[in-house]
């Protein structure tokens, strides 16, 4: 392989790659804390890629800065279906599973309703805009600076939460659900406050994941179910209930994809994820960094 080619494929790789991450952090983190795989993930992402889309074209505000608007937004939704939709059934669930299969049907709706008031108000028509489409080299690769920023501010954001979860109080309360969450409420963890925030986290994150992808992926009402199933090839790639495992998966699918896509060609892109999903269900289920579900 030429170096040209084999050093596109690196910084392309670890940019997208960065994005993924990003992507998938929200989703295991639901999982992890709470066995609930959040099938309208995507949807929210859209919702995020509609407010870049819209601050930009009204009010030509900088993606950069809509992104915070899109966190505050998804946080404040998390919460608000959390507080209406699973409080009382997380209260009253008579077991794991039929919490599972509730939170299948709720976010299921959630994705169809999100969905399709998408399409009525903003019509299916694809959409995009361009800023920072200016390239800096790097590696001998032209980059756009909007690829190079967003992957930044991906790749921040996710170490900052994971750093967060590690090092702060609260952050090991979350990680003590994770782990166990009879023994987390035996010592005195509020898992109360640990799922509210697991809602809130995991909408904002997704949330800023729209308004970065927004900047180099065309928008669309019905573009999430894609990146829902990427965002959980990622969580099956780095461990279920990893954090760290997300970011390391994010890194390597992104790599994976970017190569197979530059000897194929783009259309083969979900193609090769899926491939990549049913290998590592296959031979190692339990991901790079994740352990067996309990």
Not at 2 to 20: L, Q
Request: proline residues 3%; hydrophobic residues 55%.
């Amino acid at each position: 392989m030429e170096f040209e080619t084999a050093s596109r494929i690196v910084v392309m790789g670890v940019t997208i790659g960065c994005t993924y991450a990003l992507m998938a952090v929200g989703l295991n983190l639901l999982w992890g804390t709470m066995r609930m795989l959040n099938v309208a993930h995507g949807s929210i992402i859209m919702l995020g890629a509609y407010v870049a889309y819209w601050l930009f074209v009204i009010y030509q505000v900088s993606p950069f800065l809509s992104g915070g608007v899109a966190v505050l937004g998804g946080a404040a939704l998390g919460l608000l279906i959390y507080k209406l939709l699973f409080v009382d059934k997380l209260r009253t669930a008579k077991s794991l599973e039929s919490l599972e299969v509730y939170s299948y049907l709720i976010f299921f709706g959630s994705l169809i309703i999100m969905d399709n008031v998408a399409s009525l108000l903003w019509t299916s028509k694809i959409k995009g805009y361009s800023y920072l489409t200016q390239s800096i080299s790097v590696m001998g690769t032209p980059l756009p600076l909007n690829r190079l920023f967003a992957s930044v501010i991906a790749i921040g954001v996710a170490l900052g939460f994971y750093f967060f979860l590690r090092r702060t109080m609260f952050g090991k309360a979350v990680r003590a659900v994770i782990q166990d969450n009879t023994a987390a409420q035996l010592v005195g963890v509020n898992v109360n406050k640990v799922y509210a925030f697991c809602f809130a986290a995991a909408f904002a994150t997704a949330g800023l994941s729209g308004t970065l992808l927004s900047l180099f992926y065309p928008i669309q009402p019905f573009m999430g179910l894609p990146y829902t199933m990427t965002a959980f090839v990622v969580v099956i790639l780095g461990g279920l209930g990893n954090i760290l495992g997300s970011l390391i998966g994010g890194l390597i699918l992104g790599l994976i994809v970017t190569a197979g896509v530059s000897a194929l060609t783009p259309g083969y892109g979900f193609l090769i994820m899926y491939i990549i999903f049913i290998l590592v269900i296959l031979l190692a289920p339990s991901g790079i960094l994740g352990r067996r579900i309990r």
